[in-house]
């Protein structure tokens, strides 16, 4: 396995999926970790990635210069590349030119991470840094260059230490992956046995193994995370898992029917289908802040989860559909971010449900959860759903929430997604949906005034939810969306399209 230590960069997470893509595993930890607690995890090689600081900034971030003599080889990233420079008798220079964007790199030896690339041919690469390398640490010869940087890769073969000024993790950096993969299984020697074939197998066989004979409970959401880590559970202690999906009234259309279907007739699985609806309307009745139904939602989850669970009896671990992302620990040399919404999320511990966890997808990004399901044999409209945030439609309509506000929207989005997977752009967008604005505005009908609700449409590209740009949506899509909502819902004689990008805007409305 391989050690990512992180100095903050925004891309740290790329060099791990780039890792695990060739089939190698990789945990991402602060570049304050211990040197003790690195000779534990007893990496084949270590990874230094990028940092917003520079070298000479009185609080820059260090690394213990002991990974150096781990006898493990080590590949720093660009504050990575200069911290190497730094520590072992280099030196670093402010850089008179800021390198950023797309660089052309000469190789001069195509040794270590550069293996399998041909030396003759330039290689397009991503830059981003200001400092650069004036003078190399005793051993070390450069391995490349750009035009920018005399020193744009460099190493010690004898001590197998490596840096480059350029970041391989990026998409712009078009053979970056071959360049990881070469580091991590020919100079490292790390075996490709990491699949989510060879995962799914352990992780089913360790928790026989484990929890043979105990109780688990499950919160099932119908979204990919908890449908996997149901499945997993269910292939490996069968009807000692209990399962709970809650009703809560603010699902998509089917989406209720579906989820049951699949985990009750496919697989099986012991499931209890809590109908909760009117309760969770009758508490969302007269409240119009975002905030305060997110707050009311969440409650009224657990308390009906809780009541199910109660009829269960006693049971011995809660299981929990969290992601490495979730976990790694971040070093953040950018000050806390400010918390915009109170991300409830379904299947949330409840606080005095003293439980204790089962957390099978602690160590998957994403793209793995959702391979795991494929090789589970969850279907694809399960596996490539787009998110769906816990609040539901509560959070898509704009105000108060009601019974026929509800099915409202529920008809208009279903049109939505029904037009974008039968444009093939469901699974090419980030999230596609509707949102009620429930402002009267004037229309025509026949010889007829009328005055109704306004659907908004929303679709977004994005990679992480984080930022978020519109999609660009064919016009003949958008007409058709557009005229099937009008004519079919009744009470909605307008659709907007909603242009704005996160930031400033966010992807839901509320
Ligand atoms: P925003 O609107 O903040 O959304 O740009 C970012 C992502 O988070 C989802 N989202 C939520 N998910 N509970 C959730 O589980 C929530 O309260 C919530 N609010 C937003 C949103 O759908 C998008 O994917």
């Not at 052309?104 to 030396?119: C, Y």
């Not at 992780?203 to 996997?228: P, Q």
């Not at 279907?379 to 539901?392: A, H, K, L, S």
């Not at 909603?498 to 509320?510: C, F, H, R």
Request: glycine share 10%.
């Amino acid at each position: 396995k391989i050690l990512i230590l992180d100095f903050g960069s925004q891309t740290t997470q790329l060099i791990a999926r780039r890792v695990r893509e060739a089939r190698v595993y990789c945990e991402i930890h602060p570049c304050t970790m211990p040197l003790e607690r690195v000779k534990a995890f007893n990496p084949r090689g270590v990874i230094l990635s990028g940092g917003p600081a520079s070298v000479y900034a009185v609080d820059a971030p260090k690394v213990d210069p002991g990974v150096f003599e781990l006898g493990a080889p080590v590949l720093g990233i660009c504050y990575g590349m200069q911290i190497i420079t730094h520590l072992l008798g280099g030196v670093v220079a402010r850089g008179e030119k800021r390198e950023y964007g797309p660089a052309k790199l000469s190789l001069r030896q195509a040794i270590g991470l550069f293996g399998e690339l041909d030396q003759a041919q330039p290689v397009p690469v991503w830059m981003s840094h200001g400092d650069r390398i004036e003078q190399l640490p005793p051993g070390f010869q450069v391995l490349a260059t750009s035009e920018n940087s005399p020193v744009a890769a460099m190493g010690d073969p004898a001590r197998r230490i490596y840096g480059v000024q350029f970041h391989p993790e990026v998409a712009h950096t078009p053979q970056g992956a071959t360049m990881l993969a070469s580091f991590v299984l020919g100079e490292c020697r790390c075996q490709p046995i990491w699949t989510m074939h060879n995962f799914a197998e352990a992780t089913i066989a360790d928790f026989k193994a484990r929890l043979g004979g105990k109780k688990v409970l499950c919160a099932l959401s119908g979204g990919v995370d908890s449908s996997v880590v149901a499945l997993l559970l269910h292939k490996a202690i069968g009807p000692d898992l209990h399962c709970i999906f809650v009703d809560n009234g603010l699902l998509r259309a089917g989406e209720v029917n579906e989820v049951s279907n699949v985990f009750r007739e496919v697989f099986g699985v012991n499931l209890v289908v809590a109908k909760a609806a009117e309760l969770f309307l009758s508490r969302l009745a007269g409240v119009v802040d975002p905030e305060q139904k997110r707050r009311i939602i969440g409650h009224t989850f657990i308390e009906v989860f809780e009541a199910e669970a109660k009829k269960i009896g006693k049971v011995d671990y809660l299981a929990q559909g969290t992601l490495y992302p979730d976990v790694i620990e971040s070093v953040s040399f950018r000050g806390p971010s400010a918390v915009i919404k109170s991300h409830h999320n379904v299947g949330g511990l409840p606080e005095h449900m003293k439980m204790e966890l089962v957390e099978p997808l602690r160590e998957l990004f994403k793209d793995e959860c959702r391979e795991v399901g494929r090789e589970l044999g969850l279907p694809e409209t399960i596996v490539g759903r787009q998110p769906f945030p816990g609040p539901g439609l509560a959070i898509r309509i704009m105000g108060e929430v009601s019974g026929p506000k509800l099915a409202t929207l529920r008809q208009a989005d279903g049109i939505v997604l029904e037009e974008m997977r039968a444009a093939g752009l469901y699974d090419k967008v980030w999230q596609s949906f509707a949102v009620l604005v429930p402002v009267k505005t004037v229309g025509v009908m026949g010889d007829e005034r009328t005055y109704e609700d306004v659907i908004a449409l929303r679709v977004v590209d994005s990679v992480d939810a984080m930022t978020a740009d519109w999609t660009r949506v064919p016009y003949q899509v958008l007409a058709t969306i557009s005229s099937r909502i009008i004519n079919e819902v009744a009470g909605v004689n307008r659709v907007v399209l909603d242009i704005s990008s996160k930031p400033p805007a966010t992807i839901e409305w509320e």
